[in-house]
Every structure is written in C-alpha cells, then in structure tokens.
C-alpha cells in the first residue's frame, strides 16, 4: 500500500490551468459594464487583479472572477479585504428545485457554501449536497474540452455544427429537433423554451430526472382534484404528522424548510410548558423519518397503499373501490388509535405520501387532509412552481421517437440520462442512432461517451441563471467565479437554437434580458442589485390555490390498486450520499458514513433480520437481485427495522465514468428500474452467490450495552418528573454547585467560556454538519481501504444507536465533535506540549509541535481525535488547493487532528469584536456544524453570558454530558432526546 | 632509572603475609597485583578509604533536586500553560523523573571517580613492561614496592622482600 | 527472594562449581571462547540467522519512514499497537539482567557469578531492542527529540505530567546504568584478554578496553566499592523502570488500563519473563561451549525457582486484576474483563493464561527443574505468553472502551510482524557477537568464588 494510491485519487498536473493562463481571456480586465453600477468599476477592477495575482500564485491562477458584476451579500464590506472572505448569495438545486446559499469567497475564490437566512427554504442552513458542491466545483475530473466522438474541438466547431443540423430541420419547423432538460424550475429557461418552441413548432422539449419528486404528487393532484397542484407542507403547524412511505427529513428539495419546522415543534429545552408535535411513519426500509418517528411500522411500500386506503375509510373518506384492509403487522388497534389521534388534531394534522408512492396514495393523502380540514393550514396548494410535465413531454416519449426514427437532432442539457434512464428505455443503444446528438455535461461521463458532441457544463456557482424553490420563491443565480474550464450554462447552449446571431449568447445577457423583460425600465437596476444581493427575488413565491375533492376520484385512483405478491419486493431509494447518482465523483460523500448504516464507499441491498434469516443472508454476503428478466449483484446488509419480504436497494452508484473518485464505487441499481415501476414492484427473488463483499463501515456497533450515552424518554415522563435526566446520570460525584467533583483546582477564566449544546431531540442524522465540517476545516478523504482501516478522518460524527427489538427498533442519534473537556484526558498525556487548553476553555491541538504518539487518542473517552497515519491531505492537485479554508492548516502525515470549534471563526469574530471595542456577540460566533444544521440541533457559544442561547439550553432539566462520571466536565453537552408517543398507543 | 621491584609469590596467602611484612618493616608505597580482589585482612596496606560512597551520595542528591527543580522551572515559570486543568505544579508527576535523574547522576558520577581514582585510562605503565606481569590478572600473586618509597633502597628492599617469601624478584624500570 | 535462596533451604543439588575446576581452568576455558582463532560452525550458522532478519528490521524502518506509521496496522480505536507491546516486553526482559546481577550480589547469592554476565549483557541488548519501538512509532519518528528538555528556540518544553517522558527518562537511565554496570563489572576480564590476548590487534583492543587495569590492590577495593554501589542503584531503578512503563498505561483512563496494581504487575511479569529469557539463553550455551561445569544444573535450578516464584505473583495479579474489575463494579472494567475473555480476542486471553499460569507450575517437581530440556521449553513457553499478554494488554483494552460506536479490531500487517522479527534477529546478532568477542562468563568473579570455596568445608561448597 504506498501512500500515492492512499490519496484521494486525484494527481493531476497543473498543465491545464496554465493553458488558461495563456488564454488571452484570462487576465484581461472584463467588458461590458452594466450601466449604473457606480461601484462595479471598482471591485471589477480589483477582482481582475486579484485574477492576476492569482496567476501568479501559481495554481491559482485558474480561478478568476466572473466577468459581470455580481453583487457581495451585505455581510460582506464593499471593499474587498485580502484575508477577508466576500459572502455572495446565490442558489444550488436539487432535482430542479433551489436552495438559496451565501457562498464565502476567499480573494475570488468560493471556498464554503452556507445558508442563506433571508431564503424561506434553508433558512440559513444547507443540505449535505449543496455543502459537497464545493468539492464538485474543483473537481479535476472535470470535463475541460469541447468534444466531438472524443476529439477535441473548438467550441465555436460546436456551435457551427448545431446551427447547421438545427437550420436542416428549419423547412420541417424543427420536427427533428428534441430537447432533453432537467425539471424546469428557471423562469429564463422556460422563457426560452417557449421562444424556441415558438420559432420551431414541431419540435419538442422533453423534461426528465432520475427521480421526479413531483410526478407521483401531480397525478395524485390531477387524481384527487382534476387539476395541477403542487403541494406545499406546513409542519411547523402541525401536532400530529403521518408519512406514508415519504421521507421528510432529508434528500429532497423539501427537506431543509421541513427538517427546520419539524424540529422547532421538537425542541422541548426552550419551551415553558413544553409541547411537541407527533411522527407517525409507514416505510419499508428504515429512513430518517422513520428513525424520528414516534410511532413507526415496518410497510412493505405495497402495503402503503391499502394501509392508507384502510386509514382514511375510518377517517371517514370515500374510498370506494379501493383495497382496504390492515396489512399484516399493525394492530387493528394501532390504527384505530392513530385514526382518532389524527382526529382529534383537525386542521393540526398531516398526511404526507412519498414521492416513491403511486398517485392514488397521493390522492388518498389529498383526500384525509381534505376530510381533515388541514387544507389552508398545514398543507397548502399553489400552482405548479416548475413546468408541468405534459403526458408527452416525458423521456418515455422521447425514446419512442427515438426508437422510431423521428429525432435527428437531440440536445441533452439534462444531466446523464444514458445512466440513470429506466433500463426498458434502453436509452443508451438508442441515442448512439441519433444523427446529431450534443450533451451539456460537467465530466464526460456514460452518457457524454455516447453523444457525439459534448460540451463542459458550468457548475452552479459559474453560471448566471435563476432557481425556484418548492415553495416556489425564485433566486437569481450568480457566479462566484468564472468558469474554471471554459463550461458553458444550459441557457447558452439553448440560445444557440435561436435564429439570427443577435440574440445574446451570453448567459449573463440572456438571464438579465429575461428580467429586463418582466420589469419596467426605470427600477430594473434597484430590483436587479436587490435580488442578487439578497439571493430571492421578492414576492416571488407560488400563489396558493383552492382545490375540491372531484367526485369520484376514488374510483379512478382503484387503477393503481396492487395486484397479489410475487415473491419479494424491490424497493428504489435514492442514495442518501450520492443521491441519483450525480454526485458519485464527490470524495465527501462518498466517504460519508450513510446515515443509519455508517456504510460509506458502497451501496448495499438492505433486507430485515428475518428475510435474511429465512435465505440463509448474512451481512457483506454477495447476493443476486433478479428481477425482470435482468440480474444485479450486489452486497446484502441486514437492517434493523426493515420491512420483512422486501428489499431496499440505493440508486446512484456503480458508476462507470464518474471520475477517478466514483467510478466501481458500489453497484449499480438502475438496470433494474424499469418505467412500469421506477420506485417498487414485486417478483425480486434474492439468492446467494456464496462470495462476500466486504464494506467500509465507519461503525459496527450500534449497541449502547446499557451505557448512558444517549439518554433518552417520553414528553410524558419529562411532565412527570423533569429531572429525570439528572436521575439517570446520578453516578456521577456532584458537588453541592452541582459541578462534577474533581481533585483539580478550576483555574481562571478568561473573558469567554466557549461551549455547545447539542439537542439529540432535534437531530435528525441528516450529516450536513460532518460534510460542513470537511469543507471548513480541509479534512482529507482517504478512500475505501483506510476507511475499512479503521482511520476515516472526519471530526464530528454521528453516532446512531438502536434499542429495543430488531423488528421495531427504537433510532438515537447523537453527533459527537469533541468535547473540549475542561479537565481533558488528552492533554496531560501529550509528552511534548502538543495538545493545550485555551485560557477560554477550547482543547487546542497544535499540529506542529504533535509528533504523534497518539497517547491523546487513546486517553479520549469519546475517541473524537483521529490521525494521518499517512499522508492523506492531497498536496498535488492544483484545483483542490483552491477550495482550501486559508484559514485552517492543512495537515502533514503523522500528526493528529480534532474538532476545534472552528476555531479560526472564533478568531474572526474577535477581531471584528474588538475592532469595535465590543464583547463577541451570542450568536456571531457559528461552527460550522451548526451553520449547516438544518433542524439548528447545535447551538455554541459563551457561557460566561448568561443571556446566551447555549448558557439557557445548558440550564435546561434535559443536559447531560456524555460520559460525564469520568470527571473530564465536557464543554459540549447534549440535550437528552425526547419522544412523544401517544398514550393512547402506548396502551392498545 | 629505576621505578621499584617487583616480587612474585606462591599464592595468596603468601602474598598477604609479605605485604603485612613490608608494611611492619614501615614500607607504604607497594600494593599488592592480583587476579581477584584479596579478603580484606590482607589487603593491610591502608591506604585512606576510597571516597567514591560520599561523592556517589552527594551527587545523588544534586541530581534528585536538580531533578525536580528542573521540571518545576520549565511546567511552572518557563512555559505555565493549562494542561488539562492540572495545576501546574503537580509534584506527584514529577517525582519519577527526580528518581530517574537521581539514580543517573549518582551512577554516572561514581563510575567516572572509579576511573579518575584509578588513573583510568592509562594504557602504559612500568609494569607492564616486566615479562610476567600478565599473570597478575590470571594467576600471579605480585607485589610492588616503588622507588620513591622513603625507606627504598634497591638491595635492602629486596632483601626485605626475599625474607618476606618473594619467589622471584624483578626490577622494574621507569618510564 | 533472598531467603528463599539463601544456603539454608537450598536441598543438597550440583554444586555452584563443579568439583576440580581450578581458577586457571576458568580463565583458560572461558577466554579460550573468545581468544580462539575461529569461532565454531554452529556461531556462524546462527549469525546467518540471524542476519537477514536484522536486514529486515531495515528494510521495514525504512518502509516505514518513507510512507508513515500506516503500514502497521495501529488505527483508531487502537492507536498502539504491536510496537508498544514489543517494547514493553523487551524492557521487561531487560530486568531479570540487572535482578541477578544486582539484587544476587547484594544478597550475596555467590552462585550468581557465572551467570551475571550473561544476564547484563541480555539487559543491554533487551533494552536496546525496547528503545526502538518508542521511536518507531511515533508519527513523526525524527521529531523524538522533543520529548526532551533542551532549551529549542521554539521556547517549548516536554510535558512532564505525561508518563511517556517519564518513561524517556526512565529507560535512558536505565540503558545507561546497565551499560556502566556492565563494563565496570568487566574492566578485569578485560585485563585478562589482554594478557592473554594472541595477536597484537587483540591485545591492544582490549588493552583499550581494559583501561589499564593492573589487579592492584586500590584498583580492587575501588571497583568493589563501586560495583557494590552500582548494584545498590541499579536494584530500585530495576523497580522504577518497569512501575514507570507500566504507568503509561495506569495512568490512562481507559478501562484495563487505569489500574494501581499496573506496577508490581508488570514488574512481576518484568522479572519472570527475564528469567525465561535468561534460561533459553543459557542452557544452549553452556552446553555449547561445555561450561557445564561452570554453568552448572544448580545455577539452571536456582534460576528456575526464581521463574516459579515470580510466576505465583504474576498468577496472583491476574487473578487481582479480574477481581478488581468485579469488586469495584465499575461497568466499563466489567465489560472489558468480559470481551478479554470471549470477545475478539480471546484466545490471545486463554493462550497467555497458560503458557504464563499453568505451564510454569509443572517447576514444582525438582525433575523438571533440573532438565536443562525442560526448562529451556518452558522458558521458551512463557517468552511467547509473555509477548501475548503485552499484545492483550494493549490492544484488548483499547479496542472496546466506553462509546461503542467507536469501536474497532486492529489487525496486524507484514510490517508489525517484521518489525518484531526484526529485533529479534537484532538481539540474536548483538548477542552472538558479544558472546564471539567478550567474556561471557565473569572470570575474575569466578576465580574469587573457586578461591574462596578452597578454603571452606565441602558442605559449604554447595553456597
């Protein structure tokens, strides 16, 4: 094993970068100063010099800032500081829906991705992706060249050969031409999609996504109404919340703003007379909101159906022709129980079905909260925020006319559809037919491969464009840095199918025309600066509508009615990491202990205790999926929870030309997700192979072995007895203050007391705070065989503990960074100095002086420190030296690391602080775990005021620390984890 | 010029009757050259007793105190920094390092008095130049008496030795 | 211990010399090993052993310095692992060295003379086998010099709180006062080789080494008074040495670690394994050499009840130790006693068990003990259980401590194993050249011990 093979997988030549350089482009000061910008002139100019300077700096010199002015968010001063990082707002999408973001930019350089508080999605927080896109933005696998069947060429060969093969299919009005998009959330994109349509009537613009989070809610909508609707949920309003099958907490466009209001009705610590909502969940593989469920049963996704149907008959919704009766597993009682919890929570109740569930769920979730008076509170209904997909505009569609012969010019701007299409489409051997294909993609992937021509995507924070959220509030995309390898948008390439070379090509003219367009004149400028300053464009989002029940949608909605079992069942998820697929060349997340599983670098068939029990299964067995007529191999891993005679597979790994990071990581699951059944279906039969595969898993223990690590109870038993907590962790020594006993004289504080709060009854294990982690503080991936090594890198990890039977477990999270405890085991240990206490309470470890005894490591209780046994930081690829936090060391071989607090923006905060003669103030100081953490689980800052958010949480009834009977007095405590079962449950 | 004679013996105890001898006959520079260390009544001849014991225990002490002095110094003024909310003068974990150094300097100083006393390391010597004076480390029993003795005077000296039971008697020439 | 070997309740066994053996026969005999114009095939068979594996002990430091402590298989939980136990266990071998040659003489055990020298010399070569490891391991190997107290113009200094600088200190003494020890102890025998030294070269490299020693009479009672002196600082440095290894890991907090009975345990363990060592040593060399009746059974024997004896007290802190982890109730010692016994690695547990508690018995019958076959097995026998239970100590205490999620199994890898085999070959090699170029039998010593016995009853003869 020599450590070259041990790095990421990247070693990459800085050759490219100084091509750039040559590019007379490069350094020149840029062009086309909007008018009425005073200040533009200005930071242009200094941002070109920086470009230079840059250059100069060696590997630096690809990033260079974009050539239009973009607008600093207003933390940020106007005048660029060198060492004083710009924040910049602007908008990253998942599965076509935006997440506002401030983008930190280091003298030109996006270096972290944050929340944007001002955006109604995130809030100020982010998701795990968006976190990793980053990373994605400084791939070296990325692609550099525009290519024709993998020949190099200019991009304007491209833009020649486009012209031609589109002005051929002029005379017919374009009948030949297709466009395979993304899910169209960009009111400019759609803008051009109507001008193109226009100009070539006859052809056709197709909308496509591995996963369409709105395809089964907008035919359960047209089921259920007879109309478009998209559907907008209000957890923060609601008591009492059943999933079907849907993940709420995490992977999904949803997600951040539903984590956030699920979490504020879960946070008892802050109340006065506490209160909390209530999760019920019907799943077959066991999910993050599974996990936060207070009630939980395992649902084959086959079972959902009649389950909901069985349901909302005793909610007294008119279910006619459709299957009802209670699936095996769940007590008749249960049901009733939860019927009349519902019930009794009229209009502060919620019915969510899951994307992966068939219309007539959807319809059926439409209906209980209709019967429930919950529309207009909790659940809310608006016009479509992204276009509609029409019956005939799906990639079925598409690979029909294909198939036939009728598309002789196809241009792909949606991402990867030769991998990830559904295998009956057979899309792949197809699109090779097409005369002219193009593809827009970042890496010349499986589906570049097989286009003629491919073109290097702009990533997200290269491009101007514009974003919707699910609520449907619009943002202005704007880049942060001019595109590293010449990538162009989706915009510029559609701009190419207008006729007549005046249309604007750039993307910048073509977004900003579009709003020109929409606004007057006059204060098109106010409005302009204002949007990209804050990241949305005002009032922008979707207007409610009002919707009834159509008479006899049940009736309808009976044609999705399951037919009997055969044999086990498959399930589709997205992969909670690499999600379709898309980031699968993301050394992050792939190394990302997938939440529940810990499994990183690999994706697994999951099956219950008893399935795998009945086939004779164990964990890391190699097993044969067939289904369809089509077989895949893949490792088997029993899971806790997990609904019996089904099998849960991830999509989105196995990837063959992802890059250097993603490609042969995990199997690949598409080949048998067909479009008769792109979520579950039956007729999977598992058998062994009789090898084993092993995987990288990050922890293997999920036992608590009685210990109290994570102290957990009922909202019942808070009422009863607040203190219970303090109960419970009665072994450890108290003093009459309640301190932990301890031999050692306290010694004296400074002006801060620096401590966290972690609320274990809020976290929902999402990750976004370990991938946060990586970003801000240059955490070196190490791969798969360092990972099963025992020597994954990462800071803060989150613990996941089960309890209770296998078949129904009890699921506790608990993020553990390091302790910074104030009598620390480590540190005394250290022979040579190397690990220290700060006069305000922070466990330094200083990496120079560490020579690597690793005695600390051993001493920790928590087992939080973690070691570069080789040279695992990647000091040879150019374009990730550019993500790198300047402000954080990167790490040589042989010294060990920890979680600081993010030290370095404590430091920040103190130099602004005393700039302005001024305490730090609560709330100025953010980790960057608790920046991204959507359901704000993590709450830091200085105990010495009283009046802090984390000197309050640490009063609360409900702190402990971890481990405390050791003495070591953490500075980071949890809040225990609350559940609130219903009672009425608890006795049927 | 002559350095002393030097005189042979049967065996041990011979060797001790004749030192005992010399020294009636108020000879005190001679020693005895043996393979092992002779039982203390014979070894008469008595030279002050060696002060190796009280330099060992003096620097014993030193290196105890510097020891500790030295740790004290360097955790409590030289570099005061909180370690894991220890006070900065732990004794308790400072003793094993004061008996480490103790131990060391005691040992090292004895050992190098041992050589200095001994004239160590002095690789010639006028008696080696005697044909036979390697038997003394095997199975010689010798006697030397020096030159520079007060009473010595060649013939006397070796009619002393003669009746003290010498076997063989050489003079030895200095260097 | 003293008594226990004291005249009186040593049964009528082979006498300390054997009958005849005059003071020119030791001198002649034991020099003639070195003295001799070519050493015997068997030698350079064993060196040719013991070569390569010393190749390989460079080949692996170098693997290791260029990639990084990686190559083991150390990980997290266990971030010690083989490299910590080997020292630990060749430090301890290092001990019995000094107890003999120390402790015996100042209980005034004569019958140590003609093993003493032996035993030292294993302590020297032990101990240097030990130092590697410390370094070896760290992260980052050429920065070991921070650990001590010189005035760097970084302005830091060592932690002294921790006990890996104690152990610093510790073992550098330690190898210090052994090595002075052993060279003082030697200046005599030198002078011999000198006198008897056939070739020029030899004479005047050991005419170097011998200082100028004449046998004189103020020589004499200087280098006893020293010696006596040495063996009086060298006896509780043995003790503090072993207890200060052991703190390293009582001074943890990690459950199987944080433990007070840690220092008379390891020091127990220290001294049985050096006895081990002692005996697999001797018992080929003597007959090697046919010093048989220099090394004579009784020395074996003695050396034997020794092993039995710290054997019992190992036995009894095992039992402690588990009794402890119960009686103190304290959950985390439980569960670690319980996985030590049926977790991972348990039969590292029960291997150790009886290679270090139940072979060690069969010493009882006096047959055995005067075997020179069985005991070099049974030696053999506990230097590997000792090994294992370094092994278990740490990496069966460390590999399941107090959050479950962070557990893990460390396995070992070529490098680990090489790095072992390494120093053992170190030893071997160090130890033939010693025994080809230097006294292995302490003449002058011995000749002291014949002369005394002449003029004693024959009774007396058996002291």
């Known amino acids: 094993m020599s450590p070259l093979n041990l790095r990421s997988g990247h070693s990459d030549s800085g050759r490219e970068y100084w091509r750039i350089l040559e590019d007379p482009g490069a350094a020149q000061p840029p062009s086309s100063a909007p008018a009425g910008s005073p200040d533009a002139l200005t930071r242009r100019g200094f941002l070109g010099i920086m470009g230079a300077s840059l250059a100069f700096a060696g590997g630096g010199g690809c990033s260079r800032p974009p050539s239009e002015p973009i607008v600093p968010y207003v933390r ?152 478009d609707a998209h559907t907008v949920h209000r957890l923060d309003r609601a008591d009492v919340i059943l999933a079907l099958d849907a993940e709420l907490l995490a992977g999904t466009p949803r997600s951040l703003a539903d984590v956030r209001a699920f979490a504020e009705r879960r946070r008892v610590a802050a109340q006065t007379e506490p209160r909390m909502n209530r999760l019920y969940a019907v799943e077959p593989a066991l999910s993050l909101t599974g996990a936060k469920a207070d009630h939980r049963w395992p649902l084959r996704a086959r079972d959902v159906l009649p389950f909901a ?18 699936p095996g597993g769940i007590a008749a009682s249960a049901l009733d129980a939860l019927a009349r919890d519902l019930a009794a929570h009229r209009g502060a109740s919620l019915v969510i079905a899951g994307d992966g569930q068939p219309p007539a769920v959807h319809a059926l979730a439409h209906a209980m909260n209709a019967v429930l008076s919950n529309v207009g509170r909790t659940v809310v209904y608006t016009e479509p925020v992204a276009l509609p997909p029409d019956p005939g505009d799906t990639l079925e569609a598409l690979a029909e006319d294909m198939r036939a012969g009728r598309v002789r010019v196809l241009i792909v701007v949606a991402w990867n559809p030769v991998y990830a299409a559904a295998a009956d489409l057979t899309f792949g051997q197809t699109l090779e037919r097409i005369p002219f294909s193009a593809y827009l993609g970042l890496f010349h992937d499986e589906t570049a491969e097989k286009c003629r021509w491919h073109v290097p995507a702009a990533h997200t924070l290269e491009t101007w464009s514009d974003a919707r959220a699910w609520d449907g509030t619009t943002s202005i995309v704007q880049p942060l840095i001019a595109p590293l390898y010449n990538g162009r948008s989706a915009h510029e390439i559609v701009a190419l199918l207008d006729q007549g070379a005046a249309a604007p090509t750039s993307g910048y003219d073509i977004v900003r025309g579009y709003w020109t367009s929409t606004r007057r004149e006059r204060d098109f400028e106010r409005f302009w600066r204002r949007a990209l300053h804050d990241g949305i464009v005002p009032d922008s989002a979707a207007r409610p509508i009002d919707v009834a029940l159509r008479p006899g949608w049940a009736r309808a909605a009976a044609s999705d009615a399951p037919t009997p079992p055969r044999g086990l069942e498959i399930n589709f998820k997205p992969s909670a990491v690499v999600h379709d697929g898309r980031y699968a060349n993301n050394g992050w997340l792939q190394e990302l202990p997938q939440p529940l599983t810990s499994i990183t670098w690999d994706n697994a068939a999951q099956l219950s205790p008893r399935t795998a029990g009945e086939l004779g299964i164990r964990s890391e067995d190699v097993v044969a999926l067939d289904y369809g007529g089509r077989r895949v191999l893949a490792p088997a891993w029993i899971t806790p929870g997990h609904a019996d005679g089904s099998v849960t597979v991830a999509l989105g790994y196995g990837r063959t030309r992802a890059g250097r990071v993603g490609n042969g990581v995990g199997f690949d699951a598409y080949p048998l997700r067909t479009s008769r059944a792109p979520w579950f279906d039956d007729g999977l039969t598992v058998e062994k192979v009789g090898t084993t595969h092993p995987l990288a898993v990050a922890a293997r223990h999920h036992d608590m072995q009685g210990r109290d690590l994570v102290v957990a109870g009922t909202l019942e038993a808070y ?156 000091w040879e690829t150019e374009s990730l030296k550019l993500q790198r936090n300047p402000d954080v060391t990167v790490r040589s071989r042989g010294v060990m690391e920890k979680c600081t607090y993010c030290v370095q923006r404590i430091n920040a905060a103190r130099i602004e602080a005393e700039k302005q003669g001024r305490r730090i103030r609560d709330g100025e100081v953010v980790p960057a775990c608790a920046a991204a953490c959507p359901a704000q689980a993590i709450v830091f800052g200085d105990l010495n005021d009283p009046a802090s958010a984390v000197h309050r949480l640490k009063q609360s009834p409900l702190d402990y620390a971890l481990l405390g009977e050791l003495g070591t007095r953490p500075r980071t405590t949890y809040l225990a984890a609350l559940r609130n079962p219903n009672p009425d449950e608890a006795k049927a | 010029m002559m350095w002393g004679l030097l005189a042979s013996f049967d065996d ?83 003793i094993p390092i004061t008996f480490e150094l103790m131990v060391l300097t005691a040992s090292v100083a004895g050992v190098v008095t041992l050589l200095a006393r001994n004239g160590f390391p002095r690789l010639h010597h006028p008696l080696f130049a005697v044909p036979g004076f390697e038997r003394a480390s095997q199975d010689g029993f010798l006697l030397a008496v020096e030159a520079t003795d007060p009473m010595f005077s060649p013939l006397p000296t070796r009619r002393t030795l003669e009746q003290s039971g010498a076997r063989e008697i050489y003079e030895v020439d200095g260097a | 211990m003293g008594t226990a070997l004291s005249h009186a309740t040593v049964p009528p066994a082979a006498p300390v010399v054997a009958s005849g053996t005059t003071e020119r026969d030791v001198v002649e005999r034991v020099s003639a090993v070195v003295l001799a114009r070519r050493a015997p095939l068997w030698w350079y068979a064993a060196a040719a052993m013991a070569a390569p594996l010393v190749g390989l002990l460079g ?126 102890g030697m200046i005599p025998d030198l002078a011999i080789l000198r006198d008897r030294a056939g070739t020029r070269g030899a004479r005047i490299a050991y005419g170097i080494l011998a200082l100028g020693w004449r046998g004189s009479g103020e020589h004499w009672r200087r280098h006893h008074r020293m010696y006596v002196l040495l063996a009086g600082l060298a006896t509780p440095l043995v003790v503090s040495v072993h207890s200060v290894v052991s703190l390293d890991f009582a001074y943890a907090m990690v459950p199987g670690w944080h433990s007070t009975i840690l220092p008379p345990y390891f020091v127990a363990g220290a001294i049985y394994s050096g006895f081990a060592v002692v005996l697999t040593l001797a018992v080929p060399l003597r007959r090697l050499y046919g010093l048989t009746d220099i090394i004579t059974s009784r020395h074996l024997e003695n050396c034997a009840k020794l092993l039995l004896a710290t054997g019992e007290i190992v036995a009894y802190c095992y039992v402690m130790e588990h009794f402890m982890a119960w009686y103190s109730a304290n959950p985390f010692d439980a569960a670690l006693v319980e996985n030590r016994a049926f977790g991972p690695y348990a039969p590292l547990f029960w291997i150790y068990l009886v290679c270090n508690v ?40 460390l590999h399941r401590d107090f959050v479950p999620s962070a557990w893990g199994n460390f396995v070992p890898t070529i490098w680990d194993w090489a790095t072992l085999a390494g120093t053992i070959g170190f030893f071997a090699l160090a130890y033939l050249l010693f025994i080809r170029y230097l006294p292995l039998v302490a003449m002058s010593d011995m000749a002291k011990l014949i002369a005394d016995l002449r003029g004693k009853p024959a009774a007396a003869r058996h002291g």
Not at chain 1, 775 to 803: F, S
């Open chain 1, 76 to 227: 940020a001063p106007e005048s660029v500081v060198p060492g004083k990082p710009l924040y910049f707002a602007t908008a990253i999408a998942l599965d076509g829906f935006s997440t506002g973001v401030l983008v930190e930019s280091h003298e030109g350089r996006p270096t972290k991705i944050e929340g944007n508080p001002s955006h109604p999605a995130g809030r100020g927080s982010t998701d795990l992706f968006s976190q990793a896109s980053i990373l994605t933005l400084y791939d070296p696998d990325r692609a550099r060249e525009t290519t024709e069947r993998g020949e190099v060429r200019q991009y304007e060969d491209f833009i020649r050969a486009l012209r031609a093969a589109v002005d051929a299919e002029r005379a017919s009005g374009g009948a030949g031409v297709r466009i395979l998009s993304d899910t169209v959330t960009s009111p400019t994109l759609a803008a051009q999609r109507r001008a193109i349509l226009r100009s070539l009537p006859a052809a056709r613009w197709h909308q496509w996504e591995p996963l369409m989070p709105t395809a089964n809610a907008t035919a359960g909508a047209r089921l259920a109404f007879g109309r």
């Open chain 1, 309 to 326: 149907a069985t349901l909302a008959r005793r909610l007294g919704v008119e279910t006619a022709a459709l299957p009802a009766q209670v």
């Open chain 2, 12 to 94: 041990a105890a011979a060797l001790a009757r004749a030192a005992l001898h010399l020294r009636e006959a108020g000879y005190r520079r001679f020693d005895t050259y043996t393979p092992y260390p002779l039982d203390e009544p014979a070894d008469v001849p008595g030279t002050p007793r060696s002060h190796i014991a009280s330099v060992v225990f003096a620097a014993a002490i030193a290196g105890a105190i510097g020891g500790y002095a030295m740790q004290w110094y360097l955790m409590v003024v030289a570099y005061p920094i909180n370690v894991g909310g220890r006070p900065l003068h732990s004794w308790p974990a400072f």
């Open chain 1, 719 to 874: 009422h009863r007895d607040p203190n219970f907590v303090r109960a419970r962790t009665s072994h450890t020594p108290r003093d009459r203050a309640g301190q932990p006993l301890s031999l050692y004289p306290d010694h004296p504080d400074a002006e801060y007391r620096w401590g966290m709060s972690i609320d274990l009854g809020a976290c929902t294990a999402c990750q976004a705070c370990v991938v946060a982690c990586y970003a801000e503080n240059n955490i070196p991936v190490v791969g798969k065989a360092q990972v099963q090594a025992g020597r994954i890198m990462h800071w803060l990890r989150v613990d996941t503990y089960y309890a209770g039977s296998p078949d129904r477990p009890e699921v506790f999270h608990q993020p553990v960074p390091c302790m910074h405890c104030e009598k620390a085991p480590c540190e005394v240990v250290c022979p040579v100095n190397a690990t220290v206490h700060s006069r305000e309470g922070l466990n330094e470890m200083v990496y120079n002086r560490c020579v690597g005894t690793r005695y600390c490591s051993n001493n920790c209780p928590y087992k939080v420190r973690v070691f570069n046994f080789l040279q695992y930081a990647d």
């Open chain 3, 358 to 397: 139940l072979v060690v018995q069969a010493l009882w019958v006096p047959r055995v003990r005067r075997s020179p076959v069985w005991l070099f097995i049974i030696g053999a026998l506990i230097n590997i259980g000792m090994w294992i239970e370094r092994v278990d100590i740490v990496i069966v205490s």
């Open chain 3, 59 to 184: 080949v692996a430091t170098l693997w290791l310095f260029v990639a990084g402590i990686g190559i083991w298989g150390v990980m997290r939980p266990v971030m010690w692992g083989f490299a910590i136990a080997n020292f630990v266990w060749w430090i301890g071998i290092g001990h019995a060295g000094t107890l003999i040659s120390a402790i015996l003489l100042l209980l005034h055990q004569s019958w140590r003379e003609s093993i003493n020298r032996l035993a030292e010399t294993m302590t020297l070569f032990a101990v240097m086998c030990a130092g590697i490891f410390p370094i070896l391991h760290l992260g980052r190997p050429w920065f070991f010099y921070w650990l001590v107290p010189y005035p760097a113009q970084m302005a830091i200094w060592p932690q002294f709180r921790s006990p890996l600088v104690w152990d610093f200190f510790a073992v550098s003494t330690y190898f210090t006062v052994s090595l002075l020890f052993w060279y003082v």
